[in-house]
């Protein structure tokens, strides 16, 4: 069962928000509900909501019901200003909308009907990609991982942050799946728990052996020795190899080059944003204070008492230990290694 | 309002664990419930802890009535050691259990009623100088304190955590009366969310401008140049200057450091253990994982979904700026220094 699919001319989503505690699908009929659910984290993690905005985008091409192809181009365009808009930070949603307006745009279809069944067939490209990607991920950054080692996991980065199978905890799974001996600690993440709520549950159903922390034992733990590898996932990689991802993956970083523990961030190519020299021209979403006051509706204190949640933030590259696509682990000088695995060539002087 | 203090031939504490929510008081006639409060965290706070042990001996001495002074000092030493073991890490218990095990054991005082006449003005004497001392560390920090600048703040060491006014929060007290314009960043300090529950409580009686943070936004705030200072507390401080404190001071310390941000510890030199030589030695208790998955009786994760609830770690000396205590600023090298502002001397050869 996929994170992200189509069925039955929906989009078919697990609600994120309801586990551990149940495992349940809603059923997405409008490009509106696909974005609505993309901004209050019904689904989430960068390469989920990126074929959850592709399907978006064949839900408008079918909400539409123009024949004229000029009209229904235009409504495209517009439907994917929307779902653009839903979250800032993570890239994937705009690779993918840039992916299906390419579509949209292509002279080649010029009949409404025809690019209608188009857009579904490059949506379900998206998704099927996506799992063939995680898997590669998997099996490089494996090799990674040895008998004995006790692994840090920021955030949720598993089936449930992707189409299936997931990129940081891909990887945890294939080496599980090798029969690698491990164990895993979940930072719980918060504020909205994702460690502690979605990769627990995952590596309950895999039967891998971990257990959760809060946020701030990770470099108590570092600095004991018993932490020997980091892995986290992105939303955004600059140019430079900059990572912005979940907030908090900047602090790990940080503690594990102090201690010597080597850092890899685990995100598919389509994470590059090749267009931005370094982390710092990454927008940062902001998001409501009430995840921190009350977590999933549990006041921790009154709600008019001051908060802030920064949903991201940056990694400098020089943090990072190496960058694991599924074109194989990219390692330092970043800007040149990350151009030439992407493009297969220098980047412009 | 005292946050521990003798009432009625009672100790009467603030239930720290009702706040922000309410205020309310508790009264305590028996040494095992000073005890039972001290390891449910009812009352927490390294000089807290000490001051509420001092008045559990009074409590001790109440309960038993012989009249044979030599029977009472036996039983006075057991009270003690149970109350010593109520929490491992905050050496403040053990060091307010001894100075009044030390006046039991005072030969100069040969009847019961005298020496519990004693008992009871030697636990006044510790929680006077406590507030005494927190006032003097307030006025030495709050010279570090500018107008404009952003101060990151870990847990609670204000005027709960104490009997009174607070260590590196009584630092930020003092600033605020001084009229300095500044503003606070309170981590909020998962798993019991002191930070979050007791400071942002604390200064919003104050009037104080702060926000509450997650943990996981600490280092992105100093990444991005938004802090300027950092202060916490100590639980307990080896002869060499390694600092025990709440979980995740460790990490905030380090990112200080990384990001060229002054970070310093506050606390009485009652916290400071010369008999261990490094932060090695000092005992990191580890508290139910039911704190991680259930903060408050909210649950977040299945109760079978294994978690760890270390509740101090250790920060090196070399990631401290200075330690204010109330004897002055102590700089480094921490192992002369600290040796010379509690004895007075050059430590031993």
Same mark, same amino acid.
């Given at each position: 069962?996929?994170?992200?699919?189509?069925?039955?001319?929906?989009?078919?989503?697990?609600?994120?928000?309801?586990?551990?505690?149940?495992?349940?699908?809603?059923?997405?009929?409008?490009?509106?509900?696909?974005?609505?659910?993309?901004?209050?984290?019904?689904?989430?993690?960068?390469?989920?909501?990126?074929?959850?905005?592709?399907?978006? !985008?064949?839900?408008?091409?079918?909400?539409?019901?123009?024949?004229?192809?000029?009209?229904?181009?235009?409504?495209?365009?517009?439907?994917?200003? =929307?779902?653009?808009?839903?979250?800032?930070?993570?890239v994937?949603?705009?690779?993918?909308?840039?992916?299906?307006?390419?579509?949209?745009?292509?002279p080649?279809?010029?009949?409404?009907?025809?690019? +209608?069944?188009?857009?579904?067939?490059?949506?379900?490209?998206?998704?099927?990609?996506?799992?063939?990607?995680?898997?590669?991920?998997?099996?490089?950054?494996?090799?990674?991982? +040895?008998?004995?080692?006790?692994?840090?996991?920021?955030?949720?980065?598993?089936?449930l942050?992707?189409?299936d199978?997931?990129?940081?905890?891909?990887?945890?799974?294939?080496?599980?799946?090798q029969?690698?001996?491990?164990?895993?600690?979940?930072?719980?993440? +918060?504020? +909205?728990?994702?460690?502690?709520?979605?990769?627990?549950?995952?590596?309950?159903?895999?039967?891998?052996?971990?257990?959760?922390?809060?946020?701030?034992a990770?470099? =108590?733990? !570092?600095?004991?020795?018993?932490?020997t590898?980091?892995?986290?996932?992105?939303?955004?990689?600059?140019a430079?190899?900059?990572?912005?991802?979940?907030?908090?993956?900047?602090?790990?970083?940080?503690?594990?080059?102090?201690?010597?523990?080597?850092?890899?961030?685990?995100?598919?190519?389509?994470?590059?944003?090749?267009?931005?020299?370094?982390?710092?021209?990454?927008?940062?979403?902001?998001?409501?204070?009430?995840?921190?006051?009350?977590?999933?509706?549990?006041?921790?204190?009154?709600?008019?008492?001051?908060?802030?949640?920064?949903?991201?933030?940056?990694?400098? =590259?020089?943090?990072?230990?190496?960058?694991?696509?599924?074109?194989?682990?990219?390692?330092?000088?970043?800007?040149?290694?990350?151009?030439?695995?992407?493009?297969?060539?220098?980047?412009?002087?």
């Amino acid at each position: 069962m996929r994170s992200v699919e189509w069925q039955e001319n929906a989009l078919s989503l697990i609600d994120q928000r309801e586990l551990p505690w149940q495992l349940t699908r809603i059923s997405l009929t409008t490009y509106e509900e696909t974005a609505a659910a993309i901004t209050n984290m019904a689904v989430r993690g960068a390469p989920a909501i990126g074929a959850a905005a592709a399907f978006g !985008m064949v839900l408008a091409a079918n909400q539409f019901d123009t024949t004229d192809i000029t009209t229904l181009r235009q409504q495209l365009t517009d439907a994917g200003s =929307h779902l653009k808009q839903s979250r800032p930070t993570a890239v994937n949603l705009m690779w993918a909308v840039d992916r299906m307006l390419k579509l949209v745009d292509d002279p080649a279809f010029d009949d409404a009907d025809s690019l +209608r069944k188009m857009l579904l067939v490059e949506a379900q490209h998206i998704a099927d990609e996506d799992v063939v990607t995680n898997k590669t991920m998997g099996k490089h950054g494996a090799a990674l991982i +040895r008998d004995g080692d006790t692994i840090l996991h920021h955030c949720n980065t598993g089936a449930l942050a992707t189409v299936d199978y997931g990129t940081a905890l891909g990887v945890i799974r294939t080496a599980h799946e090798q029969g690698t001996q491990f164990h895993v600690l979940l930072d719980e993440t +918060r504020p +909205r728990l994702q460690g502690a709520r979605l990769s627990a549950w995952e590596l309950m159903q895999l039967g891998a052996s971990f257990d959760i922390i809060p946020d701030t034992a990770a470099g =108590h733990y !570092m600095s004991r020795g018993e932490i020997t590898l980091v892995l986290f996932g992105a939303d955004r990689i600059a140019a430079n190899g900059d990572v912005a991802n979940k907030i908090g993956s900047y602090q790990i970083a940080v503690l594990a080059r102090e201690n010597g523990i080597p850092c890899y961030s685990v995100a598919p190519t389509s994470t590059v944003d090749l267009s931005l020299a370094t982390g710092a021209e990454i927008p940062i979403e902001e998001r409501d204070p009430d995840e921190v006051r009350a977590p999933f509706g549990n006041p921790i204190v009154p709600d008019d008492y001051p908060a802030r949640n920064p949903a991201f933030d940056v990694t400098p =590259h020089r943090y990072l230990s190496g960058i694991i696509t599924e074109k194989g682990i990219v390692l330092p000088p970043f800007d040149e290694n990350l151009s030439r695995a992407i493009l297969g060539k220098e980047p412009d002087a």
